[in-house]
């Protein structure tokens, strides 16, 4: 996707029900530009059944 850096899917040791999705975009016009499309919405409804809860997202800056 235009704008994306990184697209990263870990799994946790502790706990492996639980994943991390790490994505890192070029800047913050291309993360609004992805939070507006309709496939992203319909991942988000597409897995709720598959979760125990709603996604947790956390906007996070790089410092290295």
Known sequence: EKGCL???IQQT???PRKFIVTEKWENGAALESHLKESFYHEFIISTTDMTEGPPDFQ???SIL
């Open 6 to 8: 990184l697209y990263d």
């Open 13 to 15: 040791v502790d706990d």
């Open 59 to 61: 906007l996070c800056t």
